[in-house]
């Protein structure tokens, strides 16, 4: 990245994040910390997803690329290539402010917790449930 860009990176991610907390502070008092709290998480996994939905659509993109590349000369195929070409580069460029987006809900996460926000599995409890409720009717049915 070139100084100009990180130097416009930097003001807007200062400037995404204070409209953030803005949000997230807008729920004032001590009875509310739980909620800001929950909220700068809740932004963090949501753009996080984005960001991963993203990627996974520009991976299917990109197949459809190589795939009609390999009919390079055929006219038809160089068209959509083209086509492809620019809404991949539109995706990229979208990719960079979702990115900026997760960036800023990070930051106000660490703001309001102190923490560092960090991805956690899928809780495994259905299936413990699932277990629990089948021990629960052979224990009722004996």
């Not at 070139?2 to 416009?8: A, E, G, L, R, S």
């Not at 803005?22 to 001590?30: C, D, L, Q, Y």
């Not at 998480?41 to 520009?58: F, G, H, P, V």
């Amino acid at each position: 990245m070139t100084k100009v860009k990180i130097n416009t990176y930097t003001q807007a991610l200062a400037e995404l994040t204070n409209l953030k907390l803005s949000v997230i502070n807008f729920h004032k008092g001590e009875e509310n910390t739980y909620l800001r709290i929950q909220t700068a998480k809740d932004a963090c996994y949501t753009s996080n997803n984005s960001i991963r939905w993203k990627l996974e659509q520009m991976s299917k993109l990109k197949a459809e690329i190589a795939a009609l590349f390999e009919q390079e000369g055929q006219e038809v195929a160089d068209v959509n290539v083209a086509k492809k070409l620019d809404i991949y580069d539109k995706m990229n460029d979208e990719l960079t402010e979702l990115q900026l987006r997760h960036d800023a809900d990070l930051t106000a996460y660490h703001t309001v917790t102190g923490d560092e926000w960090t991805i956690r599995p899928k809780s495994t409890r259905t299936n413990q449930s699932q277990a629990v409720n089948e021990r629960v009717a052979k224990l009722l049915a004996s």
